[in-house]
């Protein structure tokens, strides 16, 4: 991801994509929220889903992309001051289910498998 970050960097510098940038116009607020989207949102994040996929099922490690978005909306409503229209609560709360019902339903068992040499013999 580092390297992700910083060849892009390189090509939209090349491509003239900071032409008219001036770093002091930048907020405090805003180089806060970039901090914590490197900090929580990458460093943490990422951590956190290498560890989960090597101890959790995939289908359920997977439900992180779902959960994000949700998580995104409340700290946006919360600490942003963003409005939260019916279709957006709706939503949030479908994504919420769905996930419970696949955390929570139980793994089908395997059929058991067929050794070639027990197959031979019957």
């Known amino acids: 991801m580092l390297a992700g970050g910083i ?10 994509e900071f032409r008219g940038f001036h770093v002091e116009a930048v907020s405090i ?11 929580a949102g990458s460093i943490v994040g ?11 099922a ?8 779902y959960v994000n978005p949700v998580v995104a909306v409340l700290v946006g409503y919360f600490l942003g001051g963003e409005a939260l229209g019916a279709r957006t609560v709706v939503g949030t ?18 059929p058991p498998l067929i050794i070639e ?3 031979a013999e019957s």
Do not use: D
């Open 93 to 110: 709360l479908l994504v919420l289910v769905s996930v419970v019902v696949i955390t929570t339903t139980p793994k089908k068992a395997e």
């Open 46 to 56: 990422f951590t956190a889903y290498v560890w989960l996929i090597h101890h959790e």
């Open 7 to 16: 060849l892009l960097t390189l090509t939209a510098a090349v491509l003239g």
């Open 58 to 65: 995939p289908t359920k490690v997977g439900t992180y992309a």
């Open 117 to 119: 040499a027990e197959v």
């Open 29 to 39: 607020k805003a180089w806060l929220a970039l901090t914590y989207l490197i900090v």
